[in-house]
């Protein structure tokens, strides 16, 4: 290597050492309008319970000055959500988005991302939030079948008993837990993050005969989406010093634990240093 370009690499290498990390806050969140569907217990995100403790969330929130908020919608529709953002700031009560959408279409109006995500955008100024979820297929039939064709009996138990418990552990802190912040920080907790990240390679990984990488393949998939969409994070931060939050469903942010460690550019902030 010529001694011009050795100095080069080491100059660009000291600049960018040298630069201000973008801190990164993660707050892996329930989906706010499915947690009836999907867990089968009560949740009103509108109760004048929720609402009140909603606003103190982002009070604090607001203190940890977010510079760009992420939300977990799709990236190739980032109009529309530029739009639902518009609409929101027009009438903060969500009406006019509920006469564009229908009042049964509540992932436009109840989620996560108009209830903490439109409500800190506005309070704080910003003109737009980011989208970055990247959907893939992801192959759970095939999955199944290859545990199934290569007999696989005592893993199939194995992995029904570690995620039925994994389940009913969720559920059984919304039965159990009323106050919000609490929830948050148990889904964001290191606890039921390295329960759901061991079970794929403990369990999945190994699925399928020696021929047969059908559950290698399905982790992989899991994995490919995870990065994907912090791949589209990555490239909507254009500069050095920020505040980044990402709001998104626990099984994703417990998915970015690695990738914001192995990450030289950022520097991850506690979601309980925020949430006090």
Known sequence: MKFR??????????????????????????????V??????????????????LNE????????????IFVEWENSKQTELNELYSLFLRDTSFELIKQKYGKNETMYFDSEV???????????????????????NEPNDTVIAAIQKANQNDLMNDIQKEFGEYAQTIITKFQQENSLKELLLFFNSKDLEDKLNSGYISLFNKAGSSEDFSGAYFVSERFRRNLYMYSLI???????????????????????????????????????????
Do not use: M, W
Request: charged content about 30%; overall charge positive; cysteine-free.
């Open 36 to 53: 009836k569907s999907q867990f089968g217990v009560d949740f009103d995100i509108n109760s004048k319970d929720k609402q009140t403790e």
């Open 57 to 68: 969330l982002i009070k604090q929130i607001e203190a940890y000055k977010p510079t760009k």
């Open 234 to 276: 990555q490239k909507q931060i254009e500069k050095t010093g920020e505040r980044i939050l990402v709001i998104v469903g626990g099984q994703h942010s417990a998915g970015f634990r690695d990738f914001i460690r192995d990450d030289k550019n950022v520097e991850k902030v506690e979601l309980e240093t925020v949430l006090k």
């Open 114 to 136: 108009q209830q903490l995500g439109f409500r800190l955008a506005r309070n704080l100024g910003h003109k737009k939030l980011y989208a970055f979820d990247h959907i893939i």
């Open 5 to 34: 370009t050795l100095v080069s690499l080491l100059l660009l290498s000291t600049f960018t050492f040298g630069q201000e990390k973008n801190k990164i806050l993660t707050l892996g969140t329930f989906h706010f309008h499915l």
